[in-house]
């Protein structure tokens, strides 16, 4: 019987609400018992008990000083197998997750072939079969990503699917988001949109002001993004399926989301660690590195993102992990792609907003474990007895560098290059096994 | 006196010092154009590039004929930009170059930014000879230069550019230019092509033009891009030119003594009428004379003298690491 043995940590579950110190054993892959400190019982193995310190082949890990925390999931990354596998693969796309403090990621369907039908779902998982990480692939919402037909969303579901979404394109045509929005409703597969009104972004390049009439880039305005999410917020009253806005970036969004959210419509969304600590005049370098998709907004955005972080409007941080190749990102900037790593620089950058009053603690975790859960209908998110045990490590206290050239990603595309974070993943656990550990200094 | 900089990229990067320098050294240098042997040795054994990426030949002939009247040698290239598609890049392009140890490298290229990126890379002066829609400097210098040879001085000038602001790069740097020197820019156009947050460079903004003109100094016509029609930027050229362009009726509406430039190519009968073009008030080809004289100014100032030891940043690519060695 495997065992381990997590003691004297900071226990903190927003699910359970939980916060307190607790030791952890984890048996065969799950959580077998949480006590305050030597308080185990034989049967749940405590301390002294089978599955305890004292247990035959048990491991253990001291936390003392410690947060432990149910394993972070991330609602929006890209893994580029199959076809890009120059910018990333499967294995150093998980190798990062797991670094990250990430033991759950769902990988969107922009691949090559697109994840539109259930053998590339069933290769994708296939692939990820000994991942550090737990890989749920979203299909797609249109076949090829093309907007014109709805995928077999039944097959899609079988094969492993957690949702869909066509992300890096939105569903342009209405009427066949509303479809999915309905057809969805059947499997209850959330539709994640990537709300973009393409006829209003243009040829932009940037968030469009004063900063883009400076430097000279076509400037993408927040109204491509809000009447977007308008759009999709009516399509889900009207068919009651979930929607999940993705990597929300706009003060408009925020404010369209919370009413409909009052309104009792099915809505979730997501913001990323960069449009909360980023804005536009970052640009001012040309430095491809901070060109994104949805654009770096202005100040004001950044405040009601992380407002509405904090008053639960925004339900999830995802990373919107986007890894390029040099060949992508060290061109004119016109042509650069879109997209910045993120998974290994997330924890780090949301523990600095906890640490700078923006948000607490477990708002924070809470974001980045049971919302994205309960967003995509995961069980997982919450430390309980019989769960699975994904479990991540953090040292609130452990400052460290942004070094792109530590990356386990292949991608070294961040914009937080030389950045001076406090808090990081020490030891991510998935199924009960340690798949990451942070080297000491 | 030399400029202490490696590479001109931009007005904005300029101070008001700065500027001041090159315009009189490029009046030193108009001189050398009126001599019968019109070559100065002073860059001899220099090389010069000009690297276009989009088509002009005003501008290139300008830097060209610079390069030469200063004894240095200069290569044109013309490329299409095709660094978008996979294949060699603009960096490995620059890298070529630099290879080859050129002294000083003119680009222009559609996409702003592109010189910044190309003057990380070499250890060459870059000059921006116009990116994007962002900045177009010796063009705003040369416009400065006829301003105040005409009305001798900048400080108070009321100087009016009209026409497609969104995407001009001679109206940005002219706007920062004419504003660090104390003038004061106005800029007028439909708002269809006026930039958001463009009061921030410093300027005013204007939709009417007979009101932005009234007590104008200089009016700056811009050239309109006929294809924007289609991109739906105005409704027809017959209306835009009865609302934005410049013929004799509406230029009195100015003040008698106001002087009108334009950067060139002009649509004649669109954005300014020909008798507007060709009349008294029009410095038009004298901003041509001045633009060579600002040319060779750049070259002496950024290539005269021993190569200097500037600190500047360099946009390496990062380096992976091997040796990671805490993996689980």
New interface residues.
Partial sequence: MKKLFIKNGRLLDPATGIDGKFDIVIMDGRIASMTPPGKGGKDTGGEGGEGGEGGKGSEVIDAKGLLVVPGLIDLHTHLREPGFEYKETIESGT?AA?AGGFTTVLCMANTEPVNDNGSVTRLIIRKAADA?ARVLPVGAVSQGLRGKVLTEMAELKEAGCAAVSDDGMPVTDGGLMRRALEYSTIFDLPVISHAEELSIAGEGVMN????????????I?NASEDSMVARDIALAELTGGRLHVAHVSTRGAVELIRAAKKRGVAVTAEATPHHLTLDHGALK???TNFKMSPPLRVPEDVEALRKGVADGTIDCIATDHAPHS??EK??????AANGVVGLETALGLVLKLVDGGVLELATAIRAMTSNPARAMGLDAGSLKVGSPADVTIVDLGLKWTVE???F?SKG?NTPF?GWKLKGAAVK?ILNGK??????KK | MKLEKKDLLGIEELTKEEIELILSTAESFKEVSERDIKKVPTLRGKTVINLFYEPSTRTRTSFEIAAKRMSADAINISVAASSVKKGETLKDTALNLEAMRPDCIVIRHPVAGTPAMLAGYLDSAVINAGDGAHEHPSQALLDILTVREKLGRIEGVKLVIAGDILHSRVARSNIIGFTKLGAEVRVCSPPTMMPPGIEALGCKAFTDMDEAIKDADVIMMLRIQLERQKSAFFPSVREYSRLYGLNATRLKKAPKDVIILHPGPMNRGVEISPEVADGPWSLILDQVTNGLAVRMALFYLLLGGPKPNYPRERRKPDRVSFDEGDAA
């Fill in positions: 190798a797991a550090p469009e002001g004063e900063v883009s009439t400076r430097l000279g880039l076509k400037g305005p370098g040309y430095d040099s060949v060290d061109v004119e900037f016109d042509a792109p050239s530590k386990r070294k290059t991510t340690v798949v990451y550990s942070r080297a």
